[in-house]
C-alpha cells in the first residue's frame, strides 16, 4: 500500500513542483527524493513495516514478490532517472508533469503487482496507459509523436474493450471478480461445464498479449516505439513492459485460470510468432530505434515462456529478466538519445571518439542478446530452463534459441558499427562524466548478475 | 588451486593489460603472463594430489551450478596446449604491429582464460560460460584487427558457432532437468540412467554445437574464412586450440554420458567425417592462399579426429587425445610459417611465393619439419595419434578407414605442394629480397620443432597422461 | 428475461462498435465506436449482475450479490471520462498539426 | 408478451439501429446523435434491469457530458466538410466479414454455453442498483478503487493539460 | 653383443646432427669426413654384428616403448638376424663407397649445401638402417617412411630447379600410396593378433585365417609395390633421377628400392601361406621386369636407362619372391646392389667427366678419356647382364631356375627380360664409350678422369660385382656351395618346411644356363656392332620406338586418368560445391531470413484500420482454436 499511495503523492507532488519553480534540475532532483523515499517505503513495507494500514476489501493482495517487484521497478526506475533524467528535462517545457506521469504510471505498476480481483487489475492497466498515451504524444510538434500517440490511444482503448468483454463475460459465469473466487468456480473441467468463462478469460489474455506487445497483438508497438520520444520509449518498452508481464503472470498463475487444452497452443502459437516477428522484422531496420522497438518485441517472445511455464523458476526468471532487460535498454536509450542520427550508421565509429560510450553499449546489447556473463543470459537462461522444466517440447525451445541467435545478428550490427566501422559519431551535445560513470556502474551491475545472479535470487528468498 | 590460477592468472593479467599504456610493455607483459601459465600447467601435469587439482565453490546454489574445476588426465593435457601455444603465439608474432596493442592483448589472455576454463570446468553450466567466455574476446579480435572482409566472416563465424552453443544450453537443460539431483555437475550427468530416445535427443543437441566448433563437414564453411581474415596470433590459437574444444566436449560431455546415442549415430557421423576429410583434403590442393590451405588441412585432420572419437574404440580415442596436443602444436606450427611469410613478404599467395629456401634456408628447414609433420610421418609427433586413431577406425571399420586413410595421401600432395610452391624454383619478385626470419620466429618454431620431434619419438609420456582418463571414459 | 438475450444484445452491440473501427477512417467517430463496444460491456455487466442477484435473491432475500458489477460499470464510465479527456485532447492536438483527422493519413510510422 | 417484453425489444432495436447508423452516418454529427440515442436506450434497458442509478449516470455522463465533449471537438474542427473520403472498399468489406465472422463465432459459442440456460436477469425487480445501496457498497467495499480512480482522473488532467496546453 | 646394436644408426643420426646443425661452421673437409665416418663406423659395426650373428644366431635388443597402450604394445626394438645383417652390410658397405664418392662428386656445391646433401644422406642411411633393423612392423614403417622423406629431400637436393622438385613430390606421393597400403596391413595386424612384432607375428601366424594372409600380404606387397617401383606405381622411380647421381647409386638402386624385397622376405612366411599373393606378385614382378626393360630400350638419358633397368631388376626381385625363391631374391639384391651401384656411380663420373649432360647420343668414345670407368662400367654391364660368372649371372639365373620350376612360362618370359637387358646396357656402353665422341668441343676438351675418391668406389663395387656371385654357386655347380642360402636358412626354415622342394633335374639346367648365357652373349654382340658406331639419326624414334621412347606414355596415361581428373574434382569441389552449394547454403539462410524481415516489415503498413483488422482475424482464430482445441492439440500432438 506504501508504495501506491507514496507514487500517486509523489505524482501529485511533482505536478505541483512545476508550479514552484521552474528550475528544471531543482524538479529533477525533488523527483529523485520522491523516488528514493517511494523505495524506501517499499522497502519497508516488505519487511513489514507497513506505514498505512489500509482495509482493502481483499481487493488488493501484497505479497512478497509483488513488494520486490516493486522495488526492482523503482530501482530501474531510479536507474532510468540517473541516465535519462537529462532528456527528460529536455523532451519538454512540462518537465514537472512528465515526471508526475511517471509516478502515476509507477502508481499503476504498484497496483498490478497487488491486485487481487479484475476489478483493480483494471483500473491498474488504465492508470498504467492513460499517461502513456500522453508521454508518447509529449513531443507535440513532431508528427511522428501525435501519430504514435493517436495509435496507441486508438489501438489501446481497443484492447481495453476487449478486456472488459472478457472481464464481463468472466463475471457472468462466475458472479465474482475476485481472483480467488473466480478461481474456486472454474475449477472445474472448464471444457465440459463452460463456456463462457473461458472465452472471457480468452479475451483477457489476448488483451493483455497485447499489452506486452506480443504477436499477433503487437502492432503498435513499433510504431509507438519509434514514434514516441526517445526518452519515453526506453520508460514504456522497459519498466511499462515488465509490470505488464508481472500482471499477466500474476493473473493466469493460479491454475484454475485456465483455458483448456488449447491454452497452451495459444501460447505456444503466440511464442512463435512473437520471436518471428520481432526478430526478423528487427533485421531489416535501419534506425536503431525502431531496431530496438522489435527487439523488445522479440523479448517478449522470451518472457512470455514465464508464461507458459509458471512455476517457481518462471517467477525468478522474470525477475531477473526484468532487471537484465530494463537495465540494459534504459542504457542503451540512454546512449541512443546522445546520437544525432539514430541509424546505425549514426553510431559508426562511436568507439573512437567515446570509448566509454561504446564499451558500456556493448555490454548493454551483450546483454540483450544474452551473451553469457551479462545478465541477459541469465533472463534467457530462466525462461528457457523453465519451459523445459514444465515440460514444454524440445522444439519450441529450439525455436526459441533459434531467434536468439538471429537477435545476435541486428543487435551485433551496432556493436559493429561502433568498432569496426569507419566514421565520426556525432553527439547533440557533450557526455557529461557523471552520465559515463552512471553508465560504467550499470554496465558493472549488468556483468555481476551475469556472473552472479544469485545474489539477487538470493535476495528474493531473503 | 592450481585449476584456479590457471584460469584467473590470464584473466587479471589479461584486465591489467588493457590498462597498460606502452606497446612493448604490453608485449613483455602477455609473455611473462603466459610463462607464469606455462611453469603453472607444468606444475597442474606434474601433480596428482587432489588439493591441487580440484577446486569447488559455491557459485548458484539455487540452480544447482558449482564453480568446479578439476584436472583429469585429458584436462592436464590441454591445459599443457593451451599454456604453450599462447606462449609460442606471443613469442612468435613479438615482432607483429597491432594497433591498440593493449587491447589485443588484454582480449588474448582473456581467451586464454576462456579456454582454460572450458578444459577445466566440471560443472555443466559452468563449462558453457567458458564456452562463451572464449569466443567472445575472439570475436572482437578478429573483427578489429582483421583482414579486409573480417567483419562479415567474423560474424558468419560467431553466429555459427552461437548458434551451436545454443543449442548444447537447449541440451543442458534438457539433461540438468533429468539429473535427480537437479544439478549441473559432471558426476550427477554421469550417473544418468538415459533411455535411448533422451539419448538421442541430448545427443543431437550437444553435437551440433560441438561439430559446428570443430567443425565437421558440411558444418565447416565458417573456418577457412575465419582463419584467412583473423590476425594470425588469433588465427593460432582458434585452429591449434579452440577447434579442440569440439573434440574435447564430445569427449568428455557426451561419450559417457550418450553411450547409447553415440553408438546409434557412429555411422552417420563417421561417414560425414570420412567425406569431410577427404572433401577438405581435395580443396586443400586447390589452395592458393597459405592460410586457406591450412585450414583445410587443420579441417581434415578434425575430421579424422571426429571419426576416431565415434569408432568408439579407446584405442582410437587415446590417438584423439595424443592428437588433440599435437595437431594444436603442428599446426601452430605451420601458422608461425604463414605469418613469418606474410609479415615479411605481405603475401600468402602460393602463387606469388617461391624459392624463397634460397634467401631464408632457415624457415625452409623448419616448414619441412612442421610440413612433414602435417603429414604425419612417423617420428614426428602427429604420426603417433593418426596411428591410433586409425587403428581405432580401422577395428570399427575396415572400409572407413581404408577410405579416410587415403588422407594421408592427399595431405603429401597439398603440404609438399605448399612447401614446394614457397621455397623451391628460383626466387621471384616477392621473396628476392627476403631475408630469413628474426629470432623470435626461429625460436618457436625450433621449439615447436622439438616438440614436434621429441613427442614423436617418445610419445609415451603423453599416453601415459590421459591413459586413465580414457580408461575411466569407458569403464562409466 | 433470458439472460442470452442481453448476451446476443451485447455482443451485437460489440460486434458493431468493432466493425465500426475496422471501417471508418475518422479517428472520432472510431473512438465513438470503441465508446459503443464500452457501453455494451456495460450493459453485458449490468444483466450479469441481476442474473447472479436473482439467483442469490433465491436464497437470500437481502442480497447484494452482483453489486460489483455495477459498480465496475460505474468505474468503466469513470475510466471513459478520464479515456475521453486524453483521446480527444490528442486527437485535437493532431488535427492542429495536420489538419486532418483521417487515420490513414497516419503513416509516417510504418514497416 | 407484457410490456416489459415489449420495452426490452423495443430498447434493443433501438439501440441497434441507432448503432448501426453511428456507423453509416456520413456526417460525424450526426453519428454522435445516434450514439446518444444508442446511449438512451442502454440507459432504458439499465432502468428496466432496475438499475436507476447506471441509467442515469449513463445518461449524465455518457449521453450528456461525454458526447457533449464529442460534439465540441467535432464543431470545432470543421463542422461542414462532408468529413472523410471514404475507406478502400475492399478494406470495408474486409472489416465486415471479420466483424461478422466474429460475430457468427460469439453466437454460436453463446449457443454452446449451456451453463446459461434458464438462467434470466431479473427485471424491474432487484434492490442492488438503488443508489443508496451502492453508494454503501462503493464507500465501504470498494473505497480503494474509488480513491484511486481519483489519481486516474489526475493524470487524465495532466495529461490534458499537457497536450492541450500551447507551448 | 647386442649391447652395440643401437650404434649401428646412431653414428648416421649424429653424422646428420652435426652437419645438419653445424652447416654453417664446417668446411667441406670435414663434412665429408664426418658424413663418411659416421657410415664407415656403421660399416664396421655391422661386420661385427654381423660376425656375431654367423656365429651365435640373432639378436635383439628393446630401448623403450614406442607406444604402449592397453594391449597394443610397440616396442623400440631391434632385431639383428641373418637377413639383417647381410642388408646392413649392404647398406652401410655401399653407403660408405657412395659418401666416399659423392664427397668429391659434390665438390662443387657452396659448404652450406654441401653439408645439407651429407646430412640427407646420412639421414637417409638412418632410416633405411630402422628399416632393416626394426623389430617389428611399426618400426619398419618408420624407416620405411624414412626413406621416402630422404628420397624426396635428396631427389629436390637441387630444389631451384622446379622440375626437379615436381619429381621429388611425385616420389614422395608414390610412396605414400604404398605406404597405406602397408599401414592398412599393420592395422589388419594389429586388429587379429594384437602385435606387430616380427616374433609373435611369424609364431602366430596359423591363427590368422586365410583370407586375413592372403589380404595382409596383398596390402603389404602395396606398400612394396611403392617402395621397390612396381608397376603400377613405377614412375617415381625414372624420374627421380633428378637427384644427384650418388643418390640414385645409393637410393634407387642399391638400397632404398629394394626395402620392399627386404619385406617380404622378411615376411615370407605370410607369403608362403598366400600362395595368391605369390603368384599376383610373380606376376606383377614379371610384368614390371619386361615393361621396364622395353622402356629401357628406347631411352637416351644414361641415367633414365639405369634407371629402367632398376625397375626391371626390381621386377625379377619379385618374380623371385613370387615364385618362393627368397634367397635367389635377396642375392639378386645383393648382386644388384654392386653392380648398379657400380653403374650409376660410373654414370656419375661419366657425366661428372662431360660437365652434366646425360644424353648418351652426345657422348661416344670415352674409352680412352676414363679408362677406369670404362672398365669399371663394362665389368658392371656384363654382371647386370648375366654373363657368367659375374655375380648377376648366379642371382639372376637362381631366380629363372625357380620360376622355371614354378612354371616354364615365367621363365621364358624372364629369358626375355634378360635378353633385352644385356641389349639396353650394352646399348648404353657402346654409346658412351664406343665410337667417336660427339658432344662440344669444349667437352672433349675438358674429358678427364674422376678422382681418386671417385674411382676408388668403382674399383671396389667392380670387384665386388665380379665376384660377387660366387657366395651363391648353384647346387648344380658343386653341392653345398650356396653359401648364402645356407647362412639365411634360418630365415626361411619356417617357409621352407611348407614348401615341397622341386629340384629340377640337372640336366635341365645346364641346358637352361646354356642357352641363356648363349642367347646373351648374343645379344651383347648384337647391341656392340650396332652402336659402336652410332651416328645420330633424326628419323629413329617412330612408330612403336616412340612409344617405347615416350615409356608407353604412362606418365600421360595417369596424368590424364588421375591426377587431372582429380584436380579437376578438386576445382569442382573448391569452387562450386565448397562456394556454391555448402557455403551457399549457410548464406542462403542469412539470406533468406534478410529477404523474410524485408517482407515481413509490409505487414507493419502503418495504418491502424488493418493493424486492428490483423488483430480481428486473430481473435476469431484464437476463439475458433479454442472451440477446436482437443482436435488442434491432437493435431499438433501428432505433429511433433
Known sequence: MNAIILSALAGVVMMLSGIFTNKQSVIKLVSIIALLVLITGNVLQTYGHCSIQIDTKNLLAFSKAGLYFNTLIFISTFVYFILSGKAIEKAGVNVAEYFALIFFVLCGVSILTSFNGLLMFFLGIEILSIPLYILTGSDKRNLKS??????????????????????????????????????????????????????????????MLFKVSAAPFHFWTPDVYDGAPSVFTSFMSTIVKAAGFYAFIHLFETKSYDLGPSWKLLLTFAIVLTLLVGNITAIFQHSVKRMLAYSSISQAGFMLFSLYSSNTLAKEGIFIYTVAYSFATIGVFAILIYLKDYTFDGYNGLAKTQPVLAFTNTVFLLSLAGIPLTAGFFGKYFMLASAVKAGAPLMLVIVAVLFAAISVYYYFKVIQAMYFKQGDAELNDNVPTSFKTALIAIAIVIILIGIFPSTVLNWLYF | MIPVLLIFIPVFAGL????????????????????????????????????????????????????????????????LLTAVAFTLVFVATNKNEYKHTAAFYGLMLLTQAGLMGVFLATDCLLFYFFWEFA??????????????????????????????????LVGILYLYFLTPDQSFSLNSFYSLKLTLTQQCNAFLLFFIAFAIKMPIFPLHTWQPDAYEQSPTATTMILSGVMVKMGLFGVIKWLLPIVPLAINRYAMPVMILSVIGVLY??????????????????????????????????????????????????????????????????????????????????????LTVIMAFANVALPLTNAFIGEFLMFNGIFQYNIWLAAVAGISIILAAVYTLNMVQKIFYGNTVTATEKAIDIDNNVFLSLSITAVLILVLGVFPQPLIDLTKSAVHLLFVK | MPIQYYIYLALTLFTIGIIGVLTRRNAIIIFMCIELMLNAVNLLLVAFSKMHNGIALVTNKDSMVGIDAQLFVFFIMVVAAAEVSVGLAIIVMMYRNTHSIDVNFLNRLKN | MGITQSLFWFLSVLALVAALMVLLSKNPVHSVLWLIVVFFAISGHYILLNAQFLAIVNLIVYAGAIMVLFLFVIMLMNPNTETEPRKNFLVQIAGIVAGGCLLTVFISLVK??????????????????????????????????????SVLFLSAMVGAVVIGKKN | ?????????????????????????????????????????????????????????????????????????????????????????????????????????????????????????????????????????????????????????????????????????????????????FLLAVFWLINKLGTVAYVDVFANVSKLSQADITIITTLLFIGAMGKSAQIPLYTWLPDAMAGPTPVSALIHAATMVTAGIYMIARSNILYTMAPQTQAFIAVIGLATALFAASIALKQDDIKKVLAYSTVSQLGYMFLGLGVGAYTGAVF????????????????????????????????????????????????????????????????????????????????????????????????????????????????????????????????????????????????????????????????????????????LSHSTEYTMIGTSTALILVTIIFAWKKFSNYVPNEGENEGFNKLLANKWYVDELYNSIIVKPIELFSGLLKNVIEKNVIDGAVNGVGKLVVASSRQLRLIQNGQVGSYILIMVVFIIVFLFAWINDLTIVRFFNKLF
Open chain 2, 16 to 79: 591489467i593489460s588493457f590498462l597498460l599504456k606502452n606497446e612493448r610493455t604490453v608485449k613483455g607483459w602477455a609473455l611473462v603472463s603466459s610463462l607464469i601459465v606455462l611453469a603453472t600447467s607444468i606444475g597442474a601435469i606434474t601433480t596428482n594430489n587432489p588439493a591441487s587439482t580440484l577446486f569447488d565453490a559455491t557459485w548458484l546454489p539455487s540452480l544447482g551450478a558449482r564453480f568446479t574445476v578439476s584436472l583429469d588426465g585429458m584436462s592436464k593435457m590441454l591445459v
Open chain 1, 146 to 207: 501525435n501519430e504514435a500517440s493517436l495509435k496507441y490511444f486508438l489501438m489501446g482503448s481497443f484492447s481495453t474493450g476487449l478486456m472488459l468483454m472478457g472481464i464481463a463475460l468472466v463475471f457472468g459465469a462466475t458472479g465474482n471478480f475476485s481472483l480467488n473466487a473466480t478461481g474456486q468456480k472454474t475449477a472445474y473441467d472448464v471444457l465440459n461445464a463452460g463456456i463462457l468463462a473461458p472465452v472471457g478469460l480468452l479475451f483477457i489474455f489476448i488483451s
Open chain 2, 280 to 365: 577438405a583434403s581435395l580443396i586443400a590442393i586447390k589452395q592458393d592462399d597459405v592460410k586457406r590451405l591450412i585450414a583445410y588441412s587443420s579441417i581434415a585432420h578434425i575430421g579424422l579426429m571426429c571419426a576416431a572419437i565415434f569408432s568408439q574404440k579407446n584405442i582410437a580415442l587415446e590417438g584423439v587425445l595424443i592428437q588433440m596436443f599435437n595437431h594444436g602444436i603442428n599446426v601452430i606450427g605451420l601458422w608461425i610459417v604463414a605469418n613469418a611469410i606474410e609479415q615479411q613478404l605481405g603475401t600468402r599467395k602460393l602463387s606469388e611465393l617461391g624459392g624463397l629456401a634460397v634467401t631464408a634456408p632457415k624457415l625452409a628447414i
Open chain 4, 112 to 149: 454452446q454455453a449451456s451453463e446459461m440456460n434458464n438462467k434470466t436477469a431479473l427485471l424491474k425487480t432487484g434492490n442492488i442498483g438503488l443508489i443508496g445501496n451502492l453508494g454503501k457498497a462503493l464507500f465501504s467495499d470498494f473505497v480503494v478503487p474509488f480513491e484511486i480512480s
Open chain 2, 135 to 168: 569466443l567472445i574476446p575472439v570475436y572482437f579480435l578478429c573483427s578489429i584487427w582483421g583482414g579486409k572482409k573480417r567483419i562479415a566472416v567474423t560474424f558468419k563465424f560467431f553466429i555459427y558457432t552461437f548458434v551451436g552453443s545454443l543449442f548444447m
Open chain 5, 1 to 181: 653383443m647386442s649391447k652395440i646394436i643401437y650404434l649401428v644408426p646412431l653414428f648416421p643420426l649424429i653424422g646428420f646432427l652435426i652437419n645438419g646443425l653445424g652447416r654453417k661452421f664446417l668446411s667441406k673437409p670435414l663434412i665429408s669426413i664426418i658424413a663418411s665416418g659416421a657410415i664407415l663406423a656403421s660399416f664396421i659395426v655391422s661386420v661385427l654384428l654381423f660376425i656375431n650373428v654367423k656365429n651365435t644366431g640373432s639378436i635383439s635388443a628393446a630401448y623403450f616403448d614406442f607406444i604402449n597402450f592397453a594391449n597394443v604394445v610397440i616396442p623400440f626394438a631391434f632385431q639383428i638376424d641373418q637377413l639383417s645383417s647381410l642388408f646392413l652390410l649392404i647398406i652401410t658397405g655401399i653407403g660408405f663407397l657412395i659418401h666416399l664418392y659423392s664427397s668429391a662428386y659434390m665438390h662443387e656445391e657452396t659448404s652450406h649445401h654441401y653439408a645439407r646433401y651429407f646430412a640427407y644422406l646420412n639421414l637417409f642411411v638412418f632410416s633405411m638402417l630402422l628399416l632393416v633393423m626394426g623389430a617389428n612392423y611399426v618400426i619398419m614403417f618408420i624407416g620405411w617412411e624414412g626413406v621416402g622423406l630422404c628420397s624426396y629431400l635428396l631427389i629436390g637436393y637441387w630444389f631451384k630447379n622446379i622440375n626437379y622438385t615436381y619429381a621429388a613430390k611425385k616420389a614422395f606421393v608414390m610412396n605414400r600410396i604404398g605406404d597405406l597400403g
Open chain 5, 332 to 503: 639378386h639384391v645383393m648382386t644388384h646392389a654392386f653392380f648398379k651401384a657400380l653403374l650409376f656411380l660410373g654414370a656419375g663420373s661419366v657425366i661428372h667427366a662431360m660437365h652434366h649432360e646425360q644424353d648418351i647420343r652426345k657422348m661416344g668414345g670415352l674409352k680412352k678419356y676414363l679408362p677406369i670407368t670404362h672398365i669399371t662400367f663394362l665389368l658392371g654391364c656384363l654382371a647386370i647382364a648375366g654373363v657368367p660368372p659375374f655375380s648377376g649371372f648366379f642371382s639372376k639365373d637362381e631366380i629363372l631356375t625357380a620360376a622355371y620350376a614354378k612354371n616354364p612360362l615365367l621363365y621364358y618370359f624372364g629369358m626375355a627380360g634378360a635378353l633385352m637387358t644385356s641389349f639396353y646396357m650394352f646399348r648404353l656402353y657402346a654409346l658412351t664409350f664406343l665410337g667417336k665422341f660427339r658432344g662440344t668441343h669444349e667437352q672433349e676438351h675438358h674429358l678427364h678422369e674422376s678422382p681418386l675418391a671417385m674411382t676408388i668406389p668403382l674399383l671396389v663395387l667392380a670387384a665386388l660385382s665380379v665376384v660377387g656371385g660366387f657366395i651363391g654357386v648353384p647346387e648344380v655347380f658343386k653341392a653345398d656351395s650356396h653359401w648364402l642360402e645356407h647362412f639365411l636358412s634360418p630365415i626361411f626354415a619356417q617357409s621352407a618346411a611348407l614348401t615341397e622342394s622341386h629340384h
